[in-house]
Nanobody, 116 residues
Framework: QVQFVESGGGLAQPGGSLRLSCAASGFTFSTYAMSWYRQAAGKEREVVARISPNGITTNYADSVKGRFTISRGNAKNTVYLQMNNLKPEDTAVYYC?????????WGQGTQVTVSS
């Protein structure tokens, strides 16, 4: 079955950095576009970034453009999110999943808290 295991979250100060990883299994990873999503307390889940199957094309939410970088390692079935210049409003649980509307079951996510 499809499974996602997110890791790398934690507590960061404003202006700091974190690198998230998501290990995927149960499907042919290299043939799917992937996205990172986040859900802040009391808010709906939103798309943060998207990457094409071959990793060449990336797209970002306006709120993270220029600060976050999505990448993938198809040999390792892993997608990454490098987050720089973190802001308190980036505080959320971060998830990965296939890109688009037809997402699969969610993993447990990884908590990112940005606070001084």
């Amino acid at each position: 079955q499809v499974q996602f295991v997110e890791s790398g979250g934690g507590l960061a100060q404003p202006g700091g950095s974190l690198r998230l990883s998501c290990a995927a299994s149960g499907f042919t990873f290299s043939t799917y576009a992937m996205s990172w999503y986040r859900q802040a307390a009391g808010k709906e889940r939103e798309v943060v970034a998207r990457i094409s199957p071959n990793g060449i094309t990336t797209n970002y939410a306006d709120s993270v453009k220029g600060r976050f970088t999505i990448s993938r390692g198809n040999a390792k079935n892993t997608v990454y999110l490098q987050m720089n210049n973190l802001k308190p409003e980036d505080t959320a649980v971060y998830y990965c999943n296939r890109a688009g509307a037809a997402v699969w079951s969610w993993g447990q996510g990884t908590q990112v808290t940005v606070s001084s």
